[in-house]
């Protein structure tokens, strides 16, 4: 059992020490990122800020298909 538990131990050590090494930003430069994100990038379900959305070209054309 003692074996066991020193497995899972040595495991989770492992898994600690992987994700020490993933690459990391500082909260201020995540928070940057995410507000140039969200004034560059159009929402049009907020037509009162980005104005009608354009023509979706996948859309049915009416009488198209009749």
């Known amino acids: 059992m003692s074996e066991h538990k020193y497995r899972k131990i ?3 050590n492992k898994r600690l020490k992987e994700q020490l090494d993933l690459p990391r930003i500082s909260v201020s430069q995540a928070c940057e990122s995410l507000i140039s994100y969200m004034q560059n990038t159009k929402d049009y379900l907020l037509p009162s800020i980005w104005g009608p959305p354009p023509q979706d070209p996948f859309a ?3 009488g198209a298909n009749k």
Do not use: F, L, R
């Open 60 to 62: 049915s054309q009416t």
């Open 10 to 12: 040595v495991e989770h």
